[in-house]
């Protein structure tokens, strides 16, 4: 299975709570599937068909990352059982608009010589450190672009 490196690695890092239950976890796989096949001449792929992508993706995190979607048994129930509160779009312009903000309040911060508190800079390197890790385990399973 192919993905973007920076894609996965990202929105581990910045999708808010993925993991947190399976409604979250259907819109996180949801997000990364039309992505993924939204960029695929971008980054050279054949076409991919984002439920089917989705569903392998899902079953592999589920697997590697020990997610835990309970009480459904398996992506397939979650899918089926489960409804997406906010459109994967909104979800995107969530992601995208707290890195933004992020790096304009870090941006002022530094310029002003203040640096963030110790408990900011800490979640933020466990978020970071989190993401790489989760990536890395992938590893072994994905073809990373």
Known sequence: MVINEELLSTMIE???????????????????????????????LDAIDAAAYGRELAALIIRELKVDISPYRDFEEVSF???LRESPLDKLDEVLGQM??????????????????????NVAIFDDLFARAAVEKLRPYLTYI
């Open 81 to 83: 059982y489960c409804q």
């Open 100 to 121: 933004r903000e992020e790096d304009g309040f870090f941006g002022l911060t530094e310029d002003a010589g203040i640096l963030p508190s110790e408990a900011t800079m």
């Open 14 to 44: 910045k999708y808010p709570g993925w993991n947190t239950g399976p409604e979250k976890f259907l819109g996180f796989i949801t997000l990364i599937s039309q992505l993924m096949a939204a960029n695929v001449k971008r980054w050279g």
